[in-house]
């Protein structure tokens, strides 16, 4: 599976670290992706969402 949201398709994105002495080093921040069971269209799906669409309650999780 991609390192991606299904709900809302959040993926990493890439930055810097940034040290005291400004040594600059690229890095990259991941999403906090949870492998859920949804209920979509009738059917049950094991698919990975991000936590704030989680919390939001843009998925209805299967039981």
């Known amino acids: 599976m991609p390192m991606e949201c299904y709900v809302c ?3 990493p ?3 810097h670290t940034i040290s005291h002495a400004h040594n600059v080093r690229s890095r990259k921040f991941y999403p906090n992706l949870q492998s859920v069971r949804i209920l ?3 059917s049950v799906k ?3 969402v991000c ?3 989680l ?3 843009k998925v209805q999780k299967a039981v």
């Open 9 to 11: 398709h959040k993926a």
């Open 13 to 15: 994105v890439f930055g």
């Open 40 to 42: 979509e269209k009738g």
């Open 46 to 48: 094991r698919v990975r």
């Open 51 to 53: 936590t704030r669409c």
């Open 55 to 57: 919390r939001s309650g």
